[in-house]
């Protein structure tokens, strides 16, 4: 089974958006190799001709008539906000250097 | 009085409210009262709403005064997993992330068992996002196991079980993705029963993986389980998979199983679960229960599910890869800690720091984990391979069922863990929901009802009940059988 790298490990850690410190890369690195080689064990009997099940249950759209109906007003969904300006979500700036 | 009140089962409960002889404000009083004396060496809430409680106790009241019809429940204290959503009250789902958080909105759950009635004292202490199987990973601090203080009262919903067995409440709400209501169950000697998927809404539950939580009912009782179970149960078009079928008759088969007649019923004993690493005490408790099935009339068989084998590895893909996508919407903008917005760092910046202050070690791993198994090049491995076990599973199930009406199993293959004892090896913690998991993968119900105390070490022992999806009430008829033939088992002194 391959092994997961520190710079893996980094690497996902950007990909999720979780800015761990070094010492967690060090105990994540380690952590997720023994997790990973061990749940690796589905590939032993996931042969190609087994269909995949993503949900227990069949799933399909699900419609409802198009009518109007109670839902949050603006100060009820602006409740939970850490910081909130003229009735709308305020948040720090979305464009940098990079962009 | 008090003393009375606390040990008194839901359903002896809501006769004496609802016939007068007790208010609903005096059993709601005397469980608060317990939760005051006990609950600083249990810690199984997180939040008491004593007045919210109380005000719901005086309403049931006044309806009975008054000669209105109330439901079954009404006037019932009951704890719930702080995983549902409760207007104007906390909800934090164990996490910091959350911390502080007032939900605009309540729960399906939430608002069935207001509608019923039912006095909700408080939020009980979980694994952080469900992510667990001993509370520890609680941002807030472990819940202690009543029967003994040192042990973990299993997870994720070790709150709820703990409560119940602590006697501060008669019943609880727990949510169950692969075993976070049964394996509490098992080790704290109560009833746990995770429903058909689709059976309860999950409307307003806090996701972790969403294609395997289910809620479901918490009691020390087989019937009191079935009776809220009946409450909270049933089609919801706010939950896009609730199933839109009849509620299986779960109460009236808690009544039929307590007449103790089982003739003929075919009972499967999954091969898979013992062996190594299965407790000598968990095993012989699972034997005297099989005893007490034969005896009651039932026949029973062995029957063999290799998928099961697989269960575990397929699990802790599948929840991860999950939740790694359910956990994106923590992104310190609409809701929720911020952290780091000092006017200078970009919106992904600050994201990312606040989910690293927000988020504990288990969510971030499997956050980290299911990121993996979804990544390109990994995905067939990983994540694919995962599905493909989740459908032999499913077939495994389907061919038992052909020539069983329940499987059984031990709840979990060893009593209550130390505190402590796991928490820096994550794969041994993983294996106290090796016996759960199998019917998370395939969405059929299965419940945890206590079979005893193991003879070794004096702790309690589940056993586990499985039946094919929408057959709910079939596990609760063998239950409320086995349950009455078991006898008392004692509890907790605290």
Redesign the interface.
């Known amino acids: 089974m391959p092994s997961i790298s520190r710079d893996e490990v980094a690497h996902l850690a950007k990909l999720a958006r979780l800015a761990v410190t070094e010492d967690e890369l060090d105990l994540f690195a380690g952590q997720l190799d023994v997790i990973l080689q061990s749940v690796a064990t589905v590939g032993d009997i996931a042969t190609a001709d087994i269909p995949p099940t993503s949900h227990a249950v069949p799933l399909t759209n699900v419609f409802r008539e198009d009518v109007v109906r109670p839902s949050l007003g603006q100060q009820q969904a602006l409740s939970g906000a850490p910081e909130a300006e003229d009735g709308r979500f305020r948040v720090p700036r979305i464009l940098g250097e990079e962009a | 009085m008090t003393n009375d009140l606390i040990h008194t089962t839901a359903a002896e409960l809501a006769a004496k409210i609802h016939s007068g002889e007790v208010s609903s404000v005096e059993v709601t009083q005397a469980h608060l009262d317990r939760i005051a004396e006990t609950d600083g060496k249990v810690r199984a809430f997180l939040h008491v709403d004593a007045e919210g409680a109380l005000a719901q106790a005086r309403k049931v009241d006044d309806a009975v005064l008054a000669g209105k019809a109330v439901s079954p429940l009404a006037g019932v204290p009951l704890a719930l997993k702080d995983v549902m959503t409760t207007e104007g009250v906390p909800t934090t789902v164990g996490s910091k992330i959350l911390e502080g958080?007032?939900?605009?909105?309540d729960a399906t759950v939430t608002r069935k068992l207001k509608e019923a009635g039912v006095v909700i004292l408080g939020k009980t202490n979980m694994d952080e996002f469900a992510m667990g199987s001993s509370t520890e990973n609680s941002a807030y601090g472990p819940t202690h196991n009543p029967w003994d203080l040192e042990r973990i009262p299993g997870g994720s919903g070790g709150g709820s079980s703990a409560a119940l067995a602590a006697l501060q409440a008669p019943l609880a709400i727990g949510t169950d993705t692969g075993g976070s209501i049964r394996q509490p169950g098992a080790v704290t000697g109560t009833v746990g029963v995770k429903p058909t998927?689709?059976g309860v809404s999950r409307y307003g539950l806090v996701a972790f993986s969403s294609?395997l939580d289910q809620a479901g009912p918490c009691a020390r009782t087989v019937l009191d389980a079935a009776l809220l179970h009946e409450v909270i149960a049933g089609y919801d078009?706010m939950d896009?998979?609730s199933?839109n079928a009849p509620v299986p008759p779960v109460v009236a088969a808690a009544r039929e199983g307590l007449t103790g007649d089982l003739s003929g019923l075919r009972v499967g004993v999954v091969t898979q679960f013992a062996g190594e690493g299965y407790q000598q005490g968990v095993l012989r408790s699972f034997q005297a229960a099989v005893s007490q099935l034969k005896e009651l009339g039932a026949e029973v068989a062995d029957v063999s599910c290799p998928?099961f084998d697989?269960a575990l590895?397929?699990y802790?893909?599948i929840a991860p890869s999950e939740c790694?996508s359910n956990l994106?919407r923590f992104?310190?903008?609409?809701?929720?800690?911020?952290v780091g917005?000092d006017?200078t760092?970009?919106?992904?910046?600050?994201?990312?720091?606040t989910?690293?202050a927000g988020?504990g070690?288990e969510v971030?791993?499997r956050?980290?984990?299911g990121?993996?198994a979804l990544?390109s090049g990994y995905y067939d491995?990983?994540y694919?391979?995962?599905?493909?076990?989740?459908?032999?599973i499913?077939q495994d199930f389907a061919k038992a069922f052909e020539n069983f009406d329940v499987l059984i199993s031990p709840t979990t293959p060893t009593t209550a863990f130390k505190i402590g004892e796991r928490t820096n090896d994550?794969?041994a913690m993983y294996q106290a929901d090796l016996c759960t998991i199998p019917a998370n993968?395939?969405?059929?119900p299965a419940m945890s009802v206590p079979s005893g105390l193991s003879d070794e070490d004096g702790l309690p022992v589940g056993l586990q009940i499985m039946a094919p999806?929408l057959q709910d009430h079939r596990m609760y008829r063998v239950a409320a059988a086995y349950e009455a033939a078991r006898g008392a088992f004692g509890g907790p002194s605290l």
């Open positions: 958080w007032l939900p605009p909105y998927y689709g294609s078009h896009s998979t199933i998928s697989y590895p397929a802790y893909l790694s994106a992104d310190a903008m609409r809701y929720g800690l911020r917005d006017g760092r970009s919106t992904e910046e600050v994201m990312s720091l989910r690293e988020f070690p971030k791993r956050i980290m984990i990121t993996y990544s491995a990983y694919g391979s995962a599905q493909k076990v989740r459908t032999l499913t994550p794969m993968l395939a969405g059929t999806a």
